[in-house]
Antibody, heavy 118, light 107 residues
Framework: EVQLVESGGGLVKPGGSLRLSCAASGFTFSSYSMNWVRQAPGKGLEWVSSISSSSSYIYYADSVKGRFTISRDNAKNSLYLQMNSLRAEDTAVYYC???????????WGQGTLVTVSS | DIQMTQSPSSLSASVGDRVTITCRASQGIRNDLGWYQQKPGKAPKRLIYAASSLQSGVPSRFSGSGSGTEFTLTISSLQPEDFATYYCLQHNSYPPTFGGGTKVEIK
């Protein structure tokens, strides 16, 4: 059974940093691109970042470029999102989601809440 | 960036109704589109991929159609568990973009 479990969310002050993790199991993690998607309270879904299976290709939304860094450790079946210079508008539930192309978003984690507030 | 315009933003319907939700892409995306269902406090769940292919385990009352710029999600006979918010997502080019969502409520 495919499982994605996010962790690392919490309350952080504006300008602070946080590192999210996504632990994957039930599939060959190293064969899949992975994504971070977020959802601000009461709002729609927003794609944040993607990383290819071997980390060769990395993409970011303009809203986070230069502040967030996506990475993965295939040996540990884990995906990460390093978030720096956090702003109030980064407050959201952050989901990791598997896949690219026709597999985009076929499985999602349960999400982890990031709150940026003083 | 490709813009996905989803309509309506909300609708009220009764159990047994046929429901149709539309997404329009700002440029052609072939069939690189998925449909997702999200219930409050839960992660999105994919219903349809490649515009018209049913995700394994998803009831057959859900169907998708379209190609290019116009796409439709249809629920043939709305069930109580279908009251949720639905999103389309294009993955034809980066950045992937979601429609604004359609909240399906009980009439």
């Amino acid at each position: 059974e495919v499982q994605l479990v996010e962790s690392g969310g919490g309350l952080v002050k504006p300008g602070g940093s946080l590192r999210l993790s996504c632990a994957a199991s039930g599939f060959t993690f190293s064969s899949y691109s992975m994504n971070w998607v977020r959802q601000a309270p009461g709002k729609g879904l927003e794609w944040v970042s993607s990383i290819s299976s071997s980390s060769s290709y990395i993409y970011y939304a303009d809203s986070v470029k230069g502040r967030f860094t996506i990475s993965r450790d295939n040996a540990k079946n884990s995906l990460y999102l390093q978030m720096n210079s956090l702003r109030a508008e980064d407050t959201a539930v952050y989901y990791c989601a598997r896949g690219s192309a026709q597999e985009t978003g076929d499985y999602w984690g349960q999400g982890t809440l990031v709150t940026v507030s003083s | 960036d490709i813009q996905m315009t989803q309509s309506p933003s909300s609708l009220s319907a009764s159990v047994g109704d046929r429901v149709t939700i539309t997404c329009r892409a700002s440029q052609g995306i072939r069939n690189d589109l998925g449909w997702y269902q999200q219930k409050p406090g839960k992660a999105p769940k994919r219903l349809i991929y490649a515009a018209s292919s049913l995700q394994s385990g998803v009831p057959s009352r859900f169907s998708g159609s379209g190609s290019g710029t116009e796409f439709t999600l249809t629920i043939s006979s709305l069930q109580p568990e279908d009251f949720a918010t639905y999103y389309c997502l294009q993955h034809n080019s980066y950045p992937p973009t979601f429609g604004g969502g359609t909240k399906v409520e009980i009439k």
